[in-house]
């Protein structure tokens, strides 16, 4: 099946430095990419989507300069949490759609992020 | 508005007993719907969805338009089927996924 990967799984960094997670598709292209924030024993928050080649649609409440999206091609996007707090510290989940599941999202396995 | 709703945070039964996780939703037109699993320390995987009419793991969801329920009910639960479910609702025209809250569901030996 469809295989998404996320990298790093873990990341710990200071207050004020930004972080860039990477989310690939491994064996399939991704027309679209999805990312979100997962608190402990919490539903998932959609963050933005992100087309190919084009910017990201952010959801409301969502600052897009904070949480910056590239997907620059359709097997890799990035998010980068700018400036980071310790309130941006959570569980970021990137899925992506594409191949051969048509609406299917894949998931990835997440990132936790720690903002000390 | 297009919502889910899973009312229960937490369900907890014993071995073999029956389970049904409740899903409620929201939505005006024809809904697509899915039940989502996450077992302990993996990713959020695809359990099954509605279109398809599936049994995956013994587990079955029927969509009630009525009550607009999708609830999911397997007749006898196993340990290993303890784990966190997400009912997730396509949103129409975007592609989205609207998740519910998650319920966890602990099968006690």
């Known amino acids: 099946g469809a295989v998404v990967s996320q990298h790093p799984s873990r990341v710990i960094c200071k207050s004020g430095t930004s972080v860039k997670i990477e989310c690939r598709s491994l064996d399939f292209q991704a027309t679209t990419m999805f990312w979100y924030r997962q608190f402990p024993k919490q539903s998932l928050m959609l963050m933005a989507t992100s087309n190919e080649g084009s910017k990201a649609t952010y959801e409301q409440g969502v600052e897009k300069d904070k949480f910056l999206i590239n997907h620059a091609s359709l097997t890799l996007s990035t998010l980068t949490v700018t400036s980071a707090h310790p309130e941006d510290s959570s569980f970021y989940i990137c899925?992506?759609?594409?191949?051969?599941?048509?609406?299917?999202?894949?998931f990835g396995p997440g990132t936790r992020l720690t903002v000390t | 508005a297009q919502r889910v709703t899973q009312p229960e945070k937490l369900l907890s039964v014993f071995k073999g007993a029956p389970v049904e996780l409740k899903c409620n939703y929201s939505?005006?037109?024809?809904?697509?719907l899915f039940w989502y699993v996450q077992y302990s320390r993996q990713r959020l995987q695809l359990l099954l969805r509605h279109i398809s009419r599936e049994s995956i793991k013994g587990f079955t969801a029927d969509l009630n338009k009525g009550e607009t329920s999708f609830h999911l009910k397997k007749p006898f639960a196993q340990e290993e089927d303890s784990a966190m479910y997400y009912c997730a609702l396509l949103g129409s025209n975007t592609g989205k996924l609207i998740f519910g809250q998650g319920t966890t569901l602990q099968v006690k030996p």
């Open positions: 939505y005006s037109g024809s809904p697509e």
């Open positions: 899925s992506a759609r594409g191949g051969t599941g048509g609406y299917e999202q894949y």
